[in-house]
């Protein structure tokens, strides 16, 4: 089994925290530092497997809307609008994500600025990182329907509800912890990170609640937790413009990520060809079920496709027919790639604004800057995001679009 990372990105201090988990399950790196610390703690190790991603709560505004329909859609646009009082800024600066429904029927949302949410993708792509998912740790706190507290190194996090809650430093924590109801019902969790001052706050609510509070000293750290219930959570920040569909080194068994590719295009061809008798009957199965797989394996988050030609199609085309697609902007990327002594460790694809980022290895910076250049020069637009040095090899992402 692959391996798993989460990490925890804080924009205010430029660190990061991370913490890999191997197929097994065993914890097999964890640290802390600027992104391009764990660039060059990872340089070497040449992992791959999915990458989680978590924010700070007070990092995002989090709130719910009253929007009775149930098309995702017309949710979609009504969102904006009806949390638009909530804002501290214009409706247009903002990305939205949506939630669950919660059990007053109202929609769990999320909202942060776009440009802030920008920044923290380009400080996460420095550390060679693609996340396919980015949640908040305030909602991965363990949750079991009363007020639950979690009390880890320097923060503090309060969870009131399935999408509600907030995130403090534990300095600011006192005063919010004292205005909980008097009758409230509240679990802590005390993680092993807590020290002194998670001490003082577990007093405090146990004073509070006339020693109702219902109290739990973890052995656990606190990352370690949230890590442990990233899944509880459902409301993901990387939806809509953001949503990114990721390929990652693990899909090819040890091949190459472009000869994989090559691979896939192939298949596609084969596929997209099928209907005009380029196979036999006796084949179209095996066919059928190997182009299913292939696209479970290249989109993981399309569900329940049936007509599997019609949406490789879509993403092929960009999904409405537009020029700037998947195929359109790899090819005319990868193709570059022979002879340059550049090695392919990831790309991903953001279909909704045709942004194609390749992750890089090369020998020396120089060389990423020539190909970035060549990309230029053949008509495409190339952006080099953040490169770092790692002994004899340098790291470093290219975005490409169609101009």
Request: charged share 25%; hydrophobic share 40%; net charge negative.
């Amino acid at each position: 089994m692959p391996d798993r990372l989460f990490v925890r990105y804080f924009p205010e201090s430029d660190s990061l925290q991370w913490l890999m988990y191997d197929g097994e399950g065993n914890v097999k790196l964890r640290g802390e530092g600027p992104p391009e610390t764990f660039a060059d703690r990872t340089a070497e190790m040449n992992w791959s497997g999915s990458v989680s991603a978590l924010l700070p709560g007070e990092t995002v505004l989090l709130t719910s809307a009253d929007i009775p329909t149930r098309q995702r859609r017309q949710i979609q646009q009504a969102v904006p609008y009806m949390v638009e009082d909530d804002l501290a800024t214009e409706v247009e600066q903002c990305h939205f994500a949506i939630g669950e429904r919660l059990p007053d029927g109202e929609i769990s949302v999320a909202a942060i600025e776009r440009g802030t949410l920008d920044q923290i993708l380009e400080r996460l792509s420095a550390a060679g990182l693609a996340p396919g998912s980015m949640k908040l740790d305030t909602l991965c706190v363990p949750f079991d329907g009363t007020t639950s507290v979690l009390i880890e190194h320097g923060r503090v996090h309060v969870k009131t509800g399935p999408a509600s809650g907030l995130s403090l430093e534990t300095a600011l924590a006192g005063t919010a912890l004292g205005l909980l109801p008097e009758d409230a019902a509240v679990s802590v969790v005390k993680c092993a990170d807590g020290g002194d001052a998670g001490e003082v706050l577990v007093a405090q609510l146990e004073a509070e609640t006339d020693g109702a509070a219902q109290v739990d000293v973890s052995d656990a750290e606190g990352f370690d937790l949230l890590c442990a219930n990233y899944g509880q959570s459902e409301l993901d920040l990387l939806q809509g413009e953001y949503e990114v569909d990721e390929v990652t080194a693990d899909d090819i068994n040890g091949w190459s990520l472009v000869w994989k590719l090559g691979v896939a295009v192939f298949a596609l061809q084969v596929l997209l060809f099928a209907g005009e008798g380029l196979y036999l009957g006796t084949m179209a199965d095996q066919y059928d079920a190997d182009a299913r797989a292939l696209y479970a394996r290249t989109f993981p988050k399309d569900r329940n496709v049936r007509d599997v030609r019609a949406r490789w199609q879509s993403h092929l085309r960009g999904g409405g027919g537009e020029e700037g697609g998947f195929l359109q902007v790899f090819g005319a990327a990868v193709r570059h790639l022979p002879g340059s002594s550049l090695d392919a460790q990831n790309v991903n694809f953001n279909e909704s604004r045709g942004d194609l980022i390749l992750q890089l290895e090369a020998p020396r910076s120089e060389q990423l800057v020539g190909f970035s250049q060549t990309l230029g020069d053949a008509g495409l637009t190339a952006e080099i995001g953040t490169i770092n040095q790692a002994e004899d090899q340098v790291k470093g992402s290219i975005k490409v679009r169609l101009q």
